[in-house]
């Protein structure tokens, strides 16, 4: 083998090991270093409370696709995420006051309903929705 290509050979080796010193690796609890830019607000969020030793909270979900996973609903019409929406369905009187939710979207009182908004979701996809949150 020549000296370019051991050379090359070489370089090639440090780049990609010094390209994956960091991946996998947990920052120590007293790690100071910031968020990176790209982690959104509620991974940092979360983040902060499990480092400052509050109570561990999963992350909130993102809002920003036409599903909400966690609810079982279009974004736009659920109103868990929503305090606007949860305030415009309690005025006209769709409220599970037993859950803490539309009734229109207790799918603990109504399993039915759930049918109904995974349809919703079957008809836009072709499939199954992910199953939402027991509670």
Not at 43 to 63: F, I, R
Not at 72 to 78: A, I, K
Not at 94 to 117: G, I, T
Request: hydrophobic fraction near 30%; include cysteine.
């Amino acid at each position: 083998m020549n000296a370019w290509k051991r050379f090359s050979l070489a370089a090639a080796i440090v780049a990609v090991s010094w390209w994956c010193s960091g991946c996998g690796e947990a920052p120590s609890a007293d790690s100071k270093k910031p968020v990176p830019a790209t982690a959104n607000a509620a991974e940092s969020g979360a983040q902060a409370k499990s480092e400052g030793g509050a109570s561990q909270e999963k992350p909130e979900h993102d809002h920003s696709g036409w599903w909400c996973n966690e609810h079982g609903v279009p974004e736009e019409e659920c109103g868990r995420c929503s305090a606007k929406l949860a305030a415009a369905f309690q005025k006209k009187g769709d409220w599970c006051k037993e859950h803490d939710r539309p009734d229109s979207q207790c799918f603990l009182c109504h399993p039915e309903k759930e049918a109904a908004f995974a349809a919703r979701y079957e008809a836009k996809y072709g499939k199954q929705p992910p199953k939402p949150e027991p509670n």
